[in-house]
């Protein structure tokens, strides 16, 4: 059995993290044990942590660290690692969902000895017939694209207990700890089959706010740990991009328009992260990512 603490981070995840939770309690495992579901609640001023203490008092393998003031994910991750011994870590978006299995799929590779990371498959729940929508899942799919030739991390990801802590001012956890576990001679590995469900921007606004604040992140991953994530090739993403090729007006109109926004969005993180000198570790919230819904309507 590989043993396991599941880990959320929470900042305002009022409206996501019962189901979250009650998701986590209730997974399907075989090769796998959940040791402990630990909440890190980051300065939040909603009804996040009363409502975690409610599932403490129902399943003895909940628990609560709270933060009083929200100091950005790096520092909420490394708060995280010093006070857990679990020989896996899990780390999952709190305004995210899993499927029944998700955990079992996520973890069971780390009973291979030279596994020291997996990451799952974030899978959309907007609607796809609208323009935000069709960009969500079109970069989605092109994540999976990659991902499967060579592991890009995302919303959902598991490590070797192995490193005390990410640089605190990252704003990529994933991607900071990528590079720590390739150091350690061991490999990363894409479980498709682990699948998580989250929900893209709904305005251009947020998409922005959202993307460029990860771009500038990964500049920060590639300048500070010499390491560039597997989707900052913009060579790599078109050929990939090309492959999506289907008779649809949508790939045709909005394929394109969904590239322009994602040169934009990069071009401004990279202004931010080199001329601004902006720290991308603690931006403000881009709201429509959190209106997931229970059940995707539409399949992979």
């Known amino acids: 059995m590989v043993h396991c603490c ?47 203490r409610q599932f403490c008092a129902r399943d003895a393998r909940v628990r609560l660290l709270s933060q009083g003031q929200r100091e950005g994910k790096a ?12 020989e896996v870590v ?30 799952g498959r974030p899978v959309p ?10 960009v969500a899942h079109l970069l989605w799919r092109l ?38 576990i390739l150091g350690q001679g061991l490999k990363l590995r894409y479980v498709p089959e682990a699948i998580v469900y989250n929900h893209g921007p709904e305005t251009i606004t947020d998409f922005f706010k959202q993307r460029r604040r990860i771009y500038a992140g990964h500049l920060y991953v590639k300048d500070t740990l010499g390491y560039k994530v597997a989707t900052m090739s913009g060579l790599r993403i078109l050929v990939f991009f090309l492959q999506e090729w289907e008779w649809n007006w949508r790939y ?21 992260y080199k001329v601004w000198k902006r720290k991308p570790f603690i931006w403000a919230v881009a709201e429509t990512t959190k209106e997931l819904t229970e059940v995707p309507q539409h399949s992979l």
């Open 125 to 134: 729940t907007n609607d796809p017939h609208t323009f935000m929508g069709y």
């Open 252 to 272: 045709f109109l909005w394929g394109p328009a969904a590239i322009v926004l994602e040169v934009c969005a990069r071009l401004r993180g990279a202004y931010d």
């Open 6 to 52: 599941v880990a959320l981070m929470a900042y305002n995840e009022e409206g996501n993290i019962g189901r979250l939770l009650e998701a986590l309690c209730a997974q399907r495992l075989n090769k796998v044990t959940i040791d402990e579901i630990v909440v890190v609640a980051s300065g939040c001023t909603d009804r996040t942590e009363e409502i975690v």
């Open 75 to 86: 520092s909420a991750v490394n708060y995280l690692l010093r006070h857990i011994s679990s």
């Open 143 to 180: 994540h999976h694209r990659i991902s499967l030739r060579r592991p890009k991390m995302g919303e959902l990801i598991a490590f070797r207990n192995i490193f005390r802590q990410i640089p605190y001012d990252s704003a990529v956890d994933e991607a900071s700890i990528e590079p720590l």
């Open 90 to 119: 899990v780390l999952q978006s709190a305004d995210t969902l899993p499927t029944e299995d998700t955990i079992e799929h996520l973890v069971a590779p780390f009973e291979d000895a030279e596994v020291g990371m997996t990451g």
